[in-house]
């Protein structure tokens, strides 16, 4: 059961354009989201997050915006860059679980073309 | 600077084999975690730890099992390892519960 899911496998934008990628969530119990972002041959990095709490947080190109009603979260990064090209991945938790512990999407490769 | 560090980049075994995959954080971390990412699944996890000697099963703790001697190490044990754990492993580690984990480089673990 995928909990949380991330329907595009892939993405490809031009330098300088909007990248969207999407996820979408099943369990009404998360309550914390964020995105990693991985480069190959590396672990996963931190990139943003946002609580329940509010529908849209901002940092520097990067926004993440959440839609509670529909369980569904979208990142935006604008403008595009090549050094952006990488594989995103959405997750979750829920406190009244364990707070850290994380359920994860299937990720989106991002390619960011110069 | 918080670093995770996984002992071995690349691990060839054979079937049978008894795995032990390392783990380390320089951070005084009391969670951590060990995941494993594979193409369309994404990351699942399968143990964490939120102090020293405990351990709880994640998503996926078939064929694994884990030791926490020392706060900052946290191994991941496969006692007979088996080709469908082929795969890309993960260890992170967070200060506190809610905080974003931080990850190692992983360890790529093949199954022959």
């Known amino acids: 059961d995928q909990q949380v899911k991330q329907n595009s496998p892939s993405l490809s934008v031009q330098e300088g354009r909007i990248s969207i990628l999407n996820c979408d969530y099943t369990n009404s119990m998360f309550d914390y989201f964020l995105w990693y972002k991985k480069y190959p041959a590396e672990g996963p990095t931190f990139l943003i997050s946002?609580?329940?709490?509010?529908d849209k947080n901002e940092d520097g190109r990067f926004t993440v915006f959440l839609n509670k009603s529909a369980k569904h979260l979208s990142l935006h990064i604008v403008p595009s860059q090549p050094g952006d090209s990488a594989v995103y991945f959405c997750?979750?938790?829920?406190?009244?679980?364990?707070?850290?512990?994380?359920?994860f999407g299937e990720g989106t490769q991002l390619t960011v073309n110069p | 600077d918080v670093k995770v560090t996984q002992s071995s980049r690349y691990l060839v075994k054979r079937t049978g084999e008894k795995v032990f995959l390392e783990c380390v954080q320089d951070?005084?971390?009391?969670?951590m975690f060990w995941y494993r990412q594979d193409p369309g699944l994404g990351l699942r996890l399968i143990y964490f730890s939120y102090d020293v000697k405990m351990k709880e099963k994640g998503d996926i703790p078939e064929g694994y099992s884990v030791s926490r001697e020392k706060k900052e190490r946290f191994s991941l044990i496969l006692e007979s390892a088996s080709t469908n754990q082929t795969s890309m492993y993960l260890c992170a580690s967070v200060v506190r519960i809610g905080s974003p984990l931080h990850f190692g480089n992983g360890t790529r673990l093949t199954v022959t």
């Open positions: 951070m005084d971390h009391e969670n």
């Open positions: 946002i609580s329940s709490i509010k």
């Open positions: 997750a979750a938790s829920a406190k009244e679980t364990s707070g850290s512990r994380l359920t």
